[in-house]
């Protein structure tokens, strides 16, 4: 089916005629329609093409207004103020917009023009490390990205950057070549994932927790050992050295070593990224390794185009406005002096590797905000090389940090790093005691309160997440985030369960639009809202905010609490009004899950 035109645009249209047929003189002219609070819509394109033809605004707006014929659409229109104009619309064109909404799949959602190729850069945990609090925002927004981009028409490759090569592995390589059963796994243990899916919507199921915890137990184990025998023994030091020459050069034996770590790594990341209720696939998984073999190249490229100059014997590139305390340029250095790669250098490879090969006109980099100048400065080299462009562009979707209680960056008691999946299962915890509490009055068995604890608590820990704008902090307190009340993904969800249990109740009564009735209050705010759906996703898709598909969430649903406090549903007074107003229930419904679910966060029919 079509996209569904949303009421913005056909009253844009109107005006906009009507100024032609009034104001021939006038050309193409911009109407500047906006929300109002003293109307549905106000215009206020006439006070600037006022001075422009120098003519009273308040005539020219009256003339508009004379000229203007849209019946079924425009209720009444009133010149305010300085020729302003304010717009009321017809409740018909209302209800036949949203019955237009809910007979499409896709809510009458529009593609965006233009769509393309984004390579999105999201989810970077560590081989052979724990996955901590840090690694939460860019996962989660990461994550929302693709989905509301994907909806929107774009084509999407995910890529996760993982870190799984450096000196370190020749510590962990050599120690175990020493010591080789020590990633052994029980008989009861599961295999190492080396192809798979994690998350709901996959193809297999991610490791259990359980899984998970022992291979991250055995890496801690391994290299806590390997460690200490580094520290303490000056030959093995040597020998682990002598072992990342050969993980560089590509011995065998060492790379089939590095491969269990990688394998053993990814047991654990598809467990804690299945409690995520995310999705991470095998493929998508291009780590730090997956460029070392465009290493040489990029530089040679760089160097041999001026791009990059030798500087103290390390490649570097400079620029002006970057510059250290003391006023010297601070460079880019893609090579070090002894020869070895560093972040840059796989870093603009991938940006090659991922225009060149992959095809992409978008490159989005999730990435923490203090890494912000390295990433001006990557983008910036790539620009000069050519890989990008004015049709070729990258950015970075900046987040800034996770906080506790105290406003100061989120630790332990003992002032350790949180460990992501402890933060998880305290929210499910939390959640779970809250689903608990209801439960008797939703008739859930235990088996649904526990299902829906964990869709509670991880969908709260998202939303707490994805309701700030990226780029701040935010406070990490797990009471707010399961209250029922307030600005939560716990309020959206019980939103969402009342619908579907009054919808429910309704029996054989069907839901369905009667354009000829009048609209209460309450009702018409509900439904002009769900009318905006399309157009928040687009400049959610287009500025990179997920935060606004989060914002618009939580407004519709305080709209649905209000219209379901004034408007008696099942109750109403005549037949049509019932199932009209189950109507707006069930269009309000699968707006709240789409929207949910493109947060990653799901929406049980019963809580």
């Not at 109407?31 to 093409?49: C, T, Y």
């Not at 490390?129 to 996962?139: F, Y």
């Not at 780590?287 to 040679?300: K, P, Q, V």
Request: aromatic share 6%; net charge negative; glycine share 8%.
């Amino acid at each position: 089916m079509a996209s569904v035109p949303s009421l913005a645009s056909t009253v844009e249209q109107h005006i906009a005629s009507a100024l032609s047929a009034a104001l021939p003189e006038a050309g193409a002219a911009d109407v500047l329609l906006r929300r109002s609070d003293r109307a549905d819509f106000q215009a206020n394109g006439i006070l600037a093409l006022a001075k422009k033809l120098k003519g009273n605004p308040r005539d020219l707006a009256t003339r508009v207004v004379a000229a203007l014929s849209a019946p079924g659409v425009v209720e009444d229109v009133e010149v305010s103020g300085p020729g302003f104009l304010n717009i009321t619309v017809a409740d018909r064109a209302i209800t036949d917009t949203l019955a237009a909404r809910l007979a499409d799949d896709r809510l009458g959602v529009a593609h965006a023009p233009n769509a393309g190729t984004t390579v999105i850069d999201y989810a970077q945990p560590n081989v052979a490390k724990e996955m901590h609090v840090g690694h939460l925002r860019s996962a989660v927004i990461g994550a929302a990205m693709v989905e509301i981009l994907e909806f929107m028409g774009e084509k999407v490759i995910r890529r996760h950057h993982i870190g799984d090569w450096g000196t370190q592995f020749g510590m962990l390589i050599q120690y175990l070549m020493e010591h080789p059963h020590e990633l052994d796994r029980s008989e009861d243990a599961p295999a190492p994932v080396t192809a798979g899916t994690a998350g709901a919507s996959g193809t297999a199921a991610a490791p259990s927790e359980e899984a998970g915890e022992a291979a991250m137990s055995n890496l801690n184990r391994l290299y806590k050992a390997s460690r200490a025998a580094f520290d303490s023994d000056e030959e093995f030091k040597a020998r682990a050295r002598d072992r990342v020459v050969a993980l560089q050069a590509g011995d065998e034996e060492t790379l089939a070593l590095w491969q269990r770590f990688v394998d053993e790594s990814k047991v654990y990341f598809y467990s804690v990224f299945g409690t995520l209720d995310m999705e991470v696939r095998d493929p998508d998984i291009v780590g730090e390794s997956g460029y070392n073999d465009m290493l040489a190249e990029t530089c040679r490229i760089l160097e041999e185009t001026g791009v990059a100059v030798r500087s103290e014997g390390a490649l570097c590139v400079f620029f002006d406005d970057v510059k250290g305390p003391d006023g010297k340029q601070v460079p880019l250095i893609v090579q070090k002096s002894n020869g070895g790669f560093g972040y840059a250098a796989t870093d603009l490879s991938a940006i090659r590797d991922r225009v060149g090969n992959l095809g992409a006109d978008t490159l989005l980099y999730v990435v923490d905000v203090r890494q912000s100048l390295h990433f001006k400065m990557v983008f910036e080299t790539a620009r000069r090389a050519g890989w990008l462009n004015d049709e070729v562009h990258a950015s970075q979707l900046a987040f800034g940090t996770v906080l506790g209680k105290d406003g100061k960056p989120f630790k332990t008691r003992e002032g350790e790093t949180v460990r992501l999946v402890d933060l998880l299962d305290e929210a499910v915890d939390r959640a779970t005691a809250v689903v608990r509490e209801k439960a008797e009055k939703a008739g859930l068995g235990e088996r649904e309160i526990e299902e829906n604890g964990r869709y509670v608590g991880i969908g709260a820990v998202k939303y707490a997440d994805l309701s700030t704008s990226a780029v701040r902090d935010y406070k990490f307190d797990l009471d707010q985030m399961v209250s029922l009340s307030g600005d939560t993904s716990v309020y959206l969800q019980y939103a969402y369960a009342r619908i579907r249990s009054i919808l429910r109740k309704a029996g054989d009564v069907s839901p369905a639009p009667h354009p000829e009735l009048a609209l209460a209050p309450a009702e018409r705010a509900l439904g002009l809202h769900l009318d905006r759906f399309g157009e928040t996703l687009a400049e959610a898709a287009s500025g990179h905010e997920p935060h606004k598909v989060a914002a618009y969430l939580y407004q519709l649903a305080s709209l649905y609490t209000s219209f379901y406090d004034q408007c008696p549903v099942l109750k109403a007074d005549t037949p049509e009004q019932v199932a009209n107003r189950l109507f707006l229930c069930e269009l309000t419904g699968r707006t709240l899950e789409k929207g949910l679910a493109l947060l990653g966060i799901r929406a049980p029919e019963r809580l």
